[in-house]
């Protein structure tokens, strides 16, 4: 069964600080995704990855993927309050029907909060 | 707007009664994913629609089941709820090729 776990799961950071989250997976995949969630809110995508060593980075948070290595990362540069949310990765299995269709299994959630 | 619609967006209930949960795809979509979230056990896959037919199966109670419509909607019923059903529960449309939308969530209370 596939396990994918972030860390850490918690993260309280500064403004202006940098940091990075850690999604760890348990079977091959070159598929991850990142999401961000407000609370109460639905899942908005961040980044789509579909290759080793894919990096795509929007504004203040990049995020890389290591698919030998079964890890994925989400570094945040600078940190604004802006940022406070919770950020899920997400893994595609394929079904019967391949990948192209596979469910996401999602990581456990980082909750971040950024404070002035 | 996402391009997934979940209604309702809020409900509340009672133990041991039903409830549906409806979910329209983004336009073009032929895949529908349901996924239930709570506190305690985070964001768990329930089960898979493909152009109307069940293509992967989650950790769904018995209770629960799903079906896909010829036009593409899917439903979601939760039958003999108990508290511990209380969760934010959303639909997913794409695949790998055009992306994963997540709709809204339907927040399920049941009291």
């Known amino acids: 069964e596939l396990k994918v776990e972030q860390n850490p799961l918690f993260l309280s950071m500064q403004e202006g600080k940098n940091y990075t989250i850690y999604c760890n997976y348990s079977t091959t995949s070159d598929r991850l995704y990142w999401y961000r969630q407000d609370p109460g809110k639905s899942l908005e995508s961040l980044f789509v990855l579909l290759s080793n060593g894919a990096v795509k980075q929007e504004g203040r948070l990049m995020a890389s993927l290591d698919t030998k290595a079964r890890l994925s990362t989400l570094h945040i540069t600078a940190a604004v309050h802006d940022l406070s949310a919770t950020y899920f990765c997400?893994?595609?299995?394929?079904?019967?029907?391949?990948?192209?269709?596979?469910?996401?299994?999602f990581g456990q959630g980082t909750i971040l909060t950024v404070h002035p | 707007d996402s391009g997934v619609t979940q209604t309702p967006k809020h409900l509340i209930t009672a133990t041991g009664q039903r409830v549906t949960l409806r979910c329209s795809p983004r336009?073009?979509?032929?895949?529908v994913y349901w996924y239930q979230q709570s506190l305690d056990q985070g964001l768990q896959f329930l089960i898979q629609?493909?152009?109307?037919?069940?293509?992967a199966k989650g950790n769904i109670l018995e209770r629960f089941s799903a079906q896909q419509f010829p036009d593409l909607h899917s439903e979601l019923n939760l039958s003999s709820l108990e508290l511990g059903d209380s969760a934010l529960y959303f639909c997913?449309?794409?695949?790998?090729?055009?992306?994963?939308?997540f709709g809204s969530g339907t927040r399920l209370t049941v009291v």
């Open positions: 997913a449309s794409g695949g790998v090729n055009y992306g994963y939308t």
């Open positions: 629609y493909y152009n109307g037919e069940e293509r």
């Open positions: 997400a893994v595609v299995i394929p079904n019967a029907g391949g990948t192209s269709y596979g469910k996401l299994t």
């Open positions: 336009s073009g979509d032929l895949s």
